[in-house]
Structure formats: C-alpha cells, structure tokens
C-alpha cells in the first residue's frame, strides 16, 4: 500500500472576535501537499463542514416543522411502491415532535387530501387515513404540489420550517406538465418559504422535473429505486429538517497571491477571480458536507517551506433564538514548492482526490447529456470516454483509488448516449451521493439521486 503525505490544514472558530466552542467545523484539504515549482499547477481543493450533535429537539430551540406529505397514488403505485410509501408515511411522522404540524394528501387524477393540517399532538386518526391510500388514475402533479402549499400556507408562522415531500413514481400526465411550469412552481415555492424534498420511486419517475422542482425551492431531491429503501429515506430527510442546528451559512474560500478559481466541483459557487463562495439555508446536526474547487496556482514559488494556498471562511447563525452574533470559523491550508515533479506525484492525497473524481464524474454525467439533448453526441461522448480513461489511469497507479463505481456509472452513460437514451438512472444515482444534504442547486443540467 503506498503512503501518502496529507496536506496541513489548521482550523479555528470564533464568534464576535473570541474563540469559542461550537457545533460546526471546517476542514480543508489540497488533492496533494508538494507542487511543482517551476510551472503552473493545477490544483484541487476539498472544503468540508463538519456538524456536532443537536440541541435536545424538545427544548426552545426546535424550529417547528409544518410539513405536508403528498403521496402520487396513481395506478402505477400498485403493490410494492404504495406499500412502501405507508410505511414511510408511518415512520416519517414518528420523528416530529409535537408541536409540529402534518398534513397528507394523495394524488391520482384528482387530489385528496386525507389528513388536513393537524398539530402531532392531535393526530388520533393517522394509521386510518394512511391505509386509505388507493393506486389508480393518472398523476395531477403540478395541482397536487399547490394543494400541499396551500395546506402549508394556511398554518404556517414566521418560525416554522415549510416543507412539502413529495413521492412519485412517474411522469405527470394531468395538468401543467411542462419543464418551465414546474421550473416556475418551484420557484414561488421557495420565494414564499415553502421547500420541497422530492423522491423519485422506482425507475420511471421524470428526475428532471422532480429535481427542478426541489432545486428551485431549495429543497433536495433524492432516489428510491428500490421501495424498501423509502421508508429511511424520508424518515432521514425529516429527521434533518428536526434537527437543524444553524442557518444562513456563508463559505468562502480565497486563494493567495494571482491563483486564479478555474471552476467549482459538484455544487454551484459564486465565483470571482481568486475566490469562491457557496451558501446553505441550514446546516444539520451530525452532517458532513464537502464542496471543492479547481484552481490555477501560478509557477515559479519558493522551494522549501510550507505556503499557504488557501483560506477559508464559514460564518452562520445559530438556530438558537438567544444567539445574536453570527459564529465564524477560520482555516487555512499550506502546501510546498519543489523541483521534482516525483515528489509532488507521491504527496498525493487519496481521499480529496477521489472525492475530487466522484464530483468530476457526476458533472460531467449532467454536461454531457445536455450537450446530447442539444444535439451534439460527438462531443457528449468525446468527454466522457475521457474521463473515463483519466480514471482508468488513476486506479492503475493507487491500488487504493476505488474509482471503480464511477467508472461503471460512466460507461453506463456512454451506453445511454449511444443507443439514443435521453435520461439515465445512473445520472440519479450518482448525484445523491454528491448532495445528500444540498440545499443549493448543483450546477449545469438536472440529475440527483440516492
């Protein structure tokens, strides 16, 4: 097994100038600690937000949740996808406290709305309601989505955190149906503080309206191909939104000197010149969240000492009504210079690299179907052939790379293209695995999934 130097990363926190204790970290690190000297580089880098446990979800500090469960009972749902989505149902609602409010509605071809808004600790008649979940008729999904917020809307407070979770198993087929009608429903959802968490169930769910819809209300898309799965999916999605610990989350990253941002990795940054910066409506009890830059380090460094590349900057609010003062945490991460290029190549770090390739693979799965809707299947192969040998080289070179899977989920997207496939499951698939926890939109073309 080769051993690899890691970068050195300091980290610190403090609020209002004085250091001070805090549930958030942030750790940073460099794809390697020795770069070549005498010529540019190109250099990765891997932030990372680590999160403590939550306050007790009993005390003042628990954000009420208003939360409506809108549940696709269309005929395809028959059997094992609507069997599985009681169950969720049933599990999701055991993880609100009581103070928070539920509603549920099913929709076929038309809505109905089984459990109207009701406070947790009133909710006698749920089981009941659940098994009245039938599978037939189509799918009124853009009507469905506005009864849900309007059921919201009706109960929401200046404190409460709005979510619609919406099941569904295929395509909408009553009803507005088009991209732009769900791009601009997501929209006003999201204007209006209403979030939508979308799970796709199955394999024939429409990913690119399920996740237009979570992005643009700054919610978070996520796949249940197999139906046993469902229940922990959503029970784990509501249990974060329970679970909040801070909000209005800022993280820049500034790199010294004239290296210059080339491009942010698997999540959509706000980019200048030298720095980059990246926000999140809330961060999450226990949650590890990584974002990563691709940047140019110019050539010609001194040898010899370690210098800092980087510095990065996170500051948020608590959730705690009491805390007045935004937190703010402090890292910075250093690298050295020399002339040898087979120093550089053995300091390595395997563990942001092949994060580094994991974010490659999904944005280059989305560029290049959408270079495919756009016509251009020459180029949409051309790069995903390549990056799929890049990788090939690399997992010959460290026995430890384990890029294996996303060498499969490329090869599978090339099949996809070839035989004239506008839509991969592997583009869902992927992308989740990315954004568990993205509350903002990833960039370029839609794909999210567990």
């Keep these: ?82 069997d599985a989505a009681k169950n969720a149902i049933r599990e999701a609602i055991l993880v609100l406290s009581s103070s928070d409010r539920v509603s ?29 979940l039938l599978a037939e008729g189509g799918s009124a999904l853009f009507d469905a989505i506005e009864a849900a917020a309007n059921e919201l809307r009706s109960h929401a407070t200046p404190d409460s955190t709005n979510l619609i979770a919406l099941i569904s198993d295929g395509k909408a087929n009553k009803g507005p149906r088009e991209s732009d009608d769900f791009i601009r429903l997501g929209t006003e959802l999201g204007s209006s503080g209403i979030s939508l968490t979308a799970i796709g169930l199955g394999d024939k ?22 139906p046993a799965k469902l229940p922990s999916i959503l029970k784990e999605e509501i249990s974060k939104l329970n679970r909040a610990i801070a909000k209005d989350a800022v993280l820049e990253i500034v790199f010294v000197g004239t290296s210059r941002v080339e491009k942010s990795l698997g999540r959509a940054a706000e980019i200048e010149r030298r720095s980059a910066r990246f926000r999140f409506d809330h961060l999450y009890a226990l949650q590890e969240l990584s974002v990563a830059l691709q940047a140019e380090l110019p050539a010609d460094r001194a040898t010899g000492h370690r210098q800092r590349i980087a510095r990065a900057t996170l500051t948020y609010s608590p959730i705690d009504k009491d ?42 799965i989305r560029e290049a ?77 839609p794909a999210a999934a567990e």
């Design 369 to 445: 179907f959408s270079l495919f809707d756009d016509g251009n299947q020459k180029q949409a192969l051309k790069d995903l052939r390549n990056l799929a040998r890049q990788l090939r080289i690399l997992e010959s070179d460290f026995e430890d790379m384990r890029v294996g899977s996303q060498i499969a989920a490329l090869n599978r997207a090339i099949a996809d293209i070839e035989s004239g496939k506008n839509s991969a499951i592997e583009q869902t698939a992927l992308t989740n695995t990315l954004y568990p926890r993205t509350l903002v939109a990833p960039p370029s073309k």
């Design 205 to 226: 769910y429409d990913e690119e309206t399920l996740y237009q819809l979570a992005s643009t209300s700054g919610g978070i898309f996520r796949s249940a191909r197999n």
């Design 1 to 82: 097994m080769r051993r690899l130097s890691i970068a050195f990363v300091t980290v610190f926190a403090f609020s209002t100038g004085l250091l001070a204790e805090t549930p958030v970290g942030l750790e940073l690190g460099l794809d390697r600690a020795i770069y070549r000297r005498l010529s540019s580089n190109t250099a990765y880098l891997k932030a990372t937000i680590k999160t403590g446990e939550s306050p007790d979800l009993k005390s003042e500090q628990h954000r009420p949740l208003n939360i409506a469960f809108a549940v696709d009972s269309s005929g395809s749902m028959e059997g094992e996808k609507l």
């Design 104 to 132: 549920l509605l099913a929709y076929g071809s038309e809505i109905e709305t089984l459990i109207p808004s009701t406070a947790v600790d009133q909710l006698t008649l749920a089981d009941p309601a659940i098994e009245n």
């Design 323 to 364: 805390s007045k003062e935004p937190v703010v945490i402090e890292a910075d991460v250093r690298a050295s210079f020399v002339d040898s290029g087979r120093s550089s190549y053995r300091s390595i770090d395997l563990d942001v690299l092949r994060t580094i390739c994991v974010f490659q693979v999904a944005d280059s």
